[in-house]
């Protein structure tokens, strides 16, 4: 019996995050482009792809080749926008892995820029209170650290507690 693409997809992507959480970038990045292989035959706009070459672009990062995960990410980035225009969570995310990846470059300012931006149109496409916008802003807390913005660090994760705390598992303990 064939193997639906779709399961054959996630069983790619599920076995290049194993093999990238031991290390082992090699099979990790074997898994990660028959990911991207197999999603490329998926409609298009279809965000499977955008997630195969983020995680794609994660091990060649881990590996230090910058170039090759930057023409990943901006690969990513440009179908999301194509296919969900630049207002749109996708676009938030694929913005903040690049700012990630200039920021372990050191390019600070071109990080931060892409990080302001993601907040922002996270904020408004999925709301300022939710889960993910936690995760979000810790990052660009990190971001803002590391260029020595202290005061506006702790003002963002000063947010992304505020959000952990009034997120679904405080209404249960209420």
């Known amino acids: 019996m064939p193997v639906?693409?779709?399961?054959?997809?996630?069983m790619y992507v599920t076995s290049g995050k194993q093999f990238l959480r031991l290390r082992n970038y090699r099979e990790a990045q074997?898994?990660?482009?028959?990911?991207?292989?197999?999603?490329?035959?998926?409609?298009?706009?279809?965000?499977?792809?955008?997630?195969?070459?983020?995680?794609?672009?994660?091990?060649?990062?881990?590996?230090?080749?910058?170039d090759k995960a930057e023409a990943l990410l901006r690969r990513?980035?440009?179908?999301?926008?194509?296919?969900?225009?630049?207002?749109?969570?996708?676009?938030?995310?694929?913005?903040?892995n690049l700012a990630g990846l200039y920021q372990a470059q050191q390019q600070y300012d071109e990080a931060?820029?892409?990080?302001r931006q993601a907040v922002e149109i996270f904020g408004r496409t999925m709301g300022e209170e939710h889960p993910n916008m936690a995760r979000l802003l810790e990052a660009y807390a990190s971001l803002l650290g590391k260029m020595g913005?202290?005061?506006?660090?702790?003002?963002?994760?000063?947010?992304?507690?505020?959000?952990?705390?009034?997120?679904?598992?405080?209404?249960?303990?209420?």
């Open 149 to 174: 913005r202290d005061d506006e660090a702790a003002d963002a994760r000063t947010r992304a507690d505020g959000i952990r705390q009034r997120g679904p598992d405080a209404d249960a303990s209420a």
């Open 112 to 115: 931060e820029r892409l990080m």
């Open 4 to 10: 639906d693409k779709r399961e054959l997809w996630q």
């Open 30 to 66: 074997r898994m990660f482009e028959a990911a991207v292989q197999t999603a490329e035959a998926f409609a298009p706009g279809d965000p499977r792809l955008g997630v195969a070459l983020n995680n794609l672009a994660r091990v060649h990062q881990a590996r230090r080749r910058y």
């Open 76 to 96: 990513a980035l440009e179908g999301g926008v194509e296919a969900h225009g630049q207002d749109h969570p996708d676009t938030a995310v694929n913005l903040a």
